[in-house]
C-alpha cells in the first residue's frame, strides 16, 4: 500500500527555518504532482506548493512565495518544503500529497489522491 512518511517539523521561532521531507513508497513516485498542504487549528486545508513529476515546474501560494521551495529527488522517492523566514501564521500541521496526475493544475485538496500523517510546525513570535 501506499504510505508516505513526513518529517522534519517542530516548534521555531519566527524567522527561523526548517525543512520537511515526504519520503514515499508503494507508488510510482515519479509519475505524479507531489505537494504540501496545511491546515491550522479551525482553518480549512489549504493548498502551500506542488512540483510536477518531473521537478520543472513548481507551485506557490501567495501567502508563501519567497519563502517556501519545493523540490523532489525522484531516485529518492522524496519531495522535501524548505522553510525560510516563518511566521507566526505559518503554525499548521503541514500534509505531504501525492497528486492524481503530473501536476498541479486546480491547487484543490479534491486533486489529493494520497496523503501523509502529518506534521506539526509550530512557529513562536
Known amino acids: 500500500q501506499v504510505q508516505l512518511v513526513e518529517s522534519g517539523g517542530g516548534l521555531v521561532q519566527a524567522g527561523d527555518s526548517l525543512r520537511l521531507s515526504c519520503k514515499a513508497s508503494g507508488l510510482t513516485f515519479s509519475s505524479h504532482g507531489m505537494g504540501w498542504f496545511r491546515q491550522a487549528p479551525g482553518k480549512e486545508r489549504e493548498f502551500v506548493t506542488g512540483i510536477d513529476w518531473r521537478g520543472a515546474s513548481t507551485y506557490y501560494a501567495d501567502s508563501v512565495k519567497g519563502r517556501f521551495t519545493i523540490s523532489r529527488e525522484n531516485a529518492k522517492n522524496t519531495v522535501y518544503l524548505q522553510m525560510n523566514s516563518l511566521k507566526p501564521e505559518d503554525t499548521a500541521v503541514y500534509y505531504c500529497?501525492?497528486?492524481?496526475?503530473?501536476?498541479?493544475?486546480?491547487?484543490?485538496?479534491?486533486?489529493?489522491?494520497?496523503w501523509g500523517q502529518g506534521t506539526q510546525v509550530t512557529v513562536s513570535s
Open positions: 500529497a501525492v497528486s492524481y496526475g503530473i501536476g498541479w493544475p486546480r491547487r484543490l485538496v479534491d486533486d489529493v489522491r494520497y
